[in-house]
T-cell receptor, first 113, second 112 residues
Framework: NAGVTQTPKFQVLKTGQSMTLQCAQDMNHNSMYWYRQDPGMGLRLIYYSASEGTTDKGEVPNGYNVSRLNKREFSLRLESAAPSQTSVYFC????????????FGDGTRLSIL | GQQVMQIPQYQHVQEGEDFTTYCNSSTTLSNIQWYKQRPGGHPVFLIQLVKSGEVKKQKRLTFQFGEAKKNSSLHITATQTTDVGTYFCAGGFSGNTGKLIFGQGTTLQVKP
């Protein structure tokens, strides 16, 4: 039982390049989230998807786009990467929109030069 | 906007000493969750508190939710080297979006 799977695990980009971070969950969860983690700043919500077909902005959405491809998959896209987007990105999911624990993937460590 | 502040940022203790981290919200929370992240790992859910004044225990860990539902604490009694990691509180707010606002985290180092 894999839970939440993120790919890739590591990536180095040059400024201006684009890339998509993939996230898939096999728990039949309805809601999915993308966070970034920077030293001393905790986890900050980028975008979330309450259910298949819907997406909403979080605290720090600028420079990112998302797609909820189906119930399992929620991708995060950087159209034109900037050094300020160097971070560790985590995807998480919960069963439904209630007070439930979030299940996290292992993260993608992204460096932008 | 909604903010959750967590202190201290770092704590170094000798094995066997106690440890406490504190969380404060600018607005009333509907619930608070606590997560632990080991170095190089991902956050793992520890517990959720929902009721005003609630206290929950997990072995050596004690979690409290304030009467006003604006603050919370995690206390570890007699720390062990296995307690090393970063502890995050995460506040949920009314509106039932499932969104959480995370505190900055407290990184605990335990000297054997």
């Amino acid at each position: 039982n894999a839970g939440v799977t993120q790919t890739p695990k590591f990536q180095v980009l040059k400024t201006g390049q684009s890339m998509t971070l993939q996230c898939a969950q096999d728990m039949n969860h309805n809601s999915m989230y993308w966070y970034r983690q920077d030293p001393g700043m905790g986890l900050r919500l980028i975008y979330y998807s309450a259910s298949e077909g819907t997406t909403d902005k979080g605290e720090v959405p600028n420079g990112y786009n998302v797609s909820r491809l189906n119930k399992r998959e929620f991708s995060l896209r950087l159209e034109s990467a900037a050094p300020s987007q160097t971070s560790v990105y985590f995807c998480a999911s919960i069963e439904s929109l209630s007070n439930q624990p979030q299940h996290f993937g292992d993260g993608t460590r992204l460096s932008i030069l | 906007g909604q903010q959750v502040m967590q202190i201290p940022q770092y704590q170094h203790v000798q094995e066997g000493e106690d440890f406490t981290t504190y969380c404060n919200s600018s607005t009333t929370l509907s619930n608070i969750q606590w997560y632990k992240q080991r170095p190089g790992g991902h956050p793992v859910f520890l517990i959720q508190l929902v009721k005003s004044g609630e206290v929950k225990k997990q072995k050596r860990l004690t979690f409290q939710f304030g009467e006003a539902k604006k603050n919370s604490s995690l206390h570890i009694t007699a720390t062990q080297t296995t307690d090393v990691g970063t502890y995050f509180c995460a506040g949920g707010f009314s509106g039932n979006t499932g969104k959480l606002i995370f505190g900055q985290g407290t990184t605990l180092q335990v000297k054997p």
